[in-house]
């Protein structure tokens, strides 16, 4: 019989590999970064088109390669960082697994100049598809500059599944900022389509943020750093008012690489318990330095992930220090007692004895006897109302306080009908729909009886379906009037989301945001919504944006549902709370005339009816 197992071709193998190192442009960004670090380079450059499908270019200053090594680079395991299996559990270098070149080689056309310092004349090799096409002398600075031409021009299934290019360069972006953000020593500049998109000088930790980030940072973080003998921990974290839903400015470095650790990231995001609200997270940009041998980073060809040989002390110790930074900046909410000078020993002449303060209690007080006047209360500041004092003795009082409070007993009714409620695709009602008893509960949820119907709202939910549905109108029909600024607001935006945001410039018009582009990164707002209040303009569109990108990496929604709904989440943090039955009638009335009251954009109920069944299951 014959044999069926064969070895498979060096080229078909290679394009195996290939896909567990390189998946999308960005992966190539990173592994020819790390190599760029690793060549011990002072300036790196990172040249883009078309978010990385025509070109990927990286040139830097490093010590360059021998003409053999030049050759040698692109075979499969072929590496300076390790020699033995040893090597392994002291890493200290980005790359050590040899894969990156061979693996982009298999699947692009890649051309490679290199020359150290002390040689004459550069390197050039030529390889496509893993042939090497051309390999001999040419004229070049000293450093390396490897240029990676029509990624996956091979592979074409693979080139199909990328995505757009404003999402494949945000990827980049990304993978960019975990090298530069661990590197603040050695400059770096982004280009994107012949356009310079950032251009950071060497310096220190706090500049590199800010220069990524914007100079708002500087007031939006705190350092954090401790040291043991087992471990060191150092950087910035984010303060609690400035987290976001997204988790789009966490960093977390482990010996100068970044790692993805979910109970790392557990440690420091628990520090901030009861500090920011719920569904936000923190950003924080954390370094830890740990000896290399506890550490194992041989997981995944990415290297992303890690293990450690003992978690939960890192764990502990982690937690431990962000919470120390916390407090040390004064960041937990305390007591704040007012000083009073005649109140400090230090104060009080010589001579003068000290005593202590004394309370009197008057055992014959009852708050219920009655005077004969009334008791004026007051909130918040404001003019008050008077209510009668209730008569004298303790049992009648209170019989009388609890007479006061009357019940509204409410009948339970039948289901709606489809008459009585309109629905989605349902023709208006010929009566508009109006409270008749409204009650609100914890500023979120809203109590209602209309058309002889108990509902349970959810304000939230229903805001976000009404004006999701006004901005989907808005953008197909009627735009949003603006009201010009009399002084237009500045946003700072990284290259990824200016290069979104210019794209939505447009839409946003048409809801209203007058916002134009002005140099490195900065947008002016010249105007905003009419009768719509926007106090922090810079937090809306990063919140945008960041919610925008998220949907368009994970799910297929049209650009302009997309919007609107992001755009809903955003505003609906804006929810006042029903306080008058004018109000409450209002929230129906606009409800019941969405397409789908009944469901959230986001994809959740809106209200529930409370019938007799509802109360009883309740109640089991």
Not at 92 to 102: D, H, I, M, Q, S
Not at 125 to 148: F, M, R, W
Not at 514 to 527: H, L, Q, T, Y
Request: charged letters at 25%.
């Amino acid at each position: 019989m014959n044999d069926i197992i064969h070895l498979l071709p060096d080229a078909v193998a290679n394009q195996i590999a290939a896909g567990e190192v390189v998946q999308r442009p960005a992966s190539a960004v990173k592994e020819l970064l790390e190599n760029a670090v690793d060549a011990g380079a002072r300036h790196i450059q990172l040249i883009i088109k078309d978010a990385g499908r025509t070109l990927i270019q990286v040139v830097d200053d490093g010590k360059g390669m021998s003409f053999n090594d030049a050759r040698l680079c692109f075979e499969r395991h072929a590496t300076s960082k390790i020699s033995c299996a040893d090597d392994l559990f002291a890493i200290r270098t980005k790359g050590f697994r040899g894969e990156a070149l061979a693996s982009i080689a298999a699947i692009a056309q890649v051309e490679l100049k290199t020359r150290r310092a002390e040689d004459e004349t550069a390197t050039r090799v030529v390889i496509e598809g893993s042939q090497i096409k051309e390999h001999g002398l040419t004229v070049a600075p000293a450093g390396t500059s490897i240029a990676v031409n029509n990624l996956f021009f091979n592979v074409p299934a693979r080139r199909n599944f990328l995505k757009s290019d404003a999402t494949e360069f945000a990827n980049i972006e990304e993978e960019f900022n975990r090298v530069v953000l661990v590197h603040p020593d050695i400059a770096f500049t982004l280009y994107h389509n012949g356009k310079m998109v950032l251009q950071l000088t060497a310096g220190n930790l706090k500049q590199r943020i800010t220069g990524i980030f914007g100079t708002a940072f500087n007031d939006r973080i705190f350092p954090i750093e401790q040291e043991t003998d087992f471990m060191k921990i150092g950087g910035f974290l984010g303060k609690p008012e400035h987290a976001k839903k997204k988790r789009s400015e966490q960093y977390l470095f482990i010996n100068h690489r970044f790692v993805k650790s979910s109970s790392l990231n557990f440690a420091i995001e628990s520090a901030y318990t009861q500090l920011v609200p719920e569904g936000h997270h923190p950003p924080y940009f954390v370094y830890i330095e740990i000896n290399p041998a506890t550490v194992d980073v041989n997981i995944s060809p990415t290297k992303v992930e890690v293990k450690l040989q003992d978690d939960r002390l890192v764990f502990g110790f982690l937690n431990a220090a962000v919470k120390k930074a916390i407090g040390e900046f004064s960041l937990v909410p305390q007591l704040d007692f007012d000083y009073d000078k005649d109140l400090d020993p230090g104060n009080v002449p010589d001579g003068m004895p000290i005593k202590p303060p004394t309370v009197t209690l008057d055992p014959n007080y009852n708050p219920f006897r009655s005077t004969g006047s009334t008791h004026k209360v007051t909130f918040g500041g404001g003019s008050g109302y008077s209510a009668p004092k209730q008569p004298s003795g303790m049992s009648q009082d209170w019989d009388s306080f609890l007479r006061d409070i009357k019940e509204t007993e409410v009948a339970p009714s039948p289901a709606p009908q489809p008459s009585q409620m309109k629905i989605a695709d349902e023709e208006p009602a010929e009566e508009p729909i109006s409270a008749e008893v409204f009650l609100p509960i914890y500023k979120k949820y809203l109590i209602v009886k209309a058309k002889g119907q108990l509902l349970l709202i959810n304000l939230y939910r229903a805001h976000e379906r009404i004006i999701y549905e006004s901005y989907i109108a808005a953008l197909k029909e009627t735009p949003v009037v603006v009201q010009q600024s009399l002084f237009p607001e500045t946003v700072t935006l990284t290259a990824a989301q200016a290069e979104i945001l210019n794209e939505l410039k447009g839409d946003l018009f048409r809801l209203g945001y007058d916002i134009e582009p002005m140099s490195g990164g900065n947008f002016a707002v010249n105007g905003t919504p009419v009768n719509e209040e926007v106090s922090d303009i810079q937090t809306l569109v990063e919140n945008l944006i960041d919610d925008y990108r998220s949907n368009r990496m994970n799910h297929t929604l049209e650009t302009e549902k997309n919007l609107a709904l992001c755009m809903a989440r955003q505003r609906r943090s804006f929810l006042k709370p029903i306080t008058t039955m004018e109000e409450a009638d209002s929230l129906l009335q606009q409800l019941f005339s969405c397409l789908m009251p009944t469901i959230s954009p986001s994809g959740k109920k809106v209200f529930e009816i409370i019938d007799e069944e509802t109360l009883k299951n309740l109640l089991k």
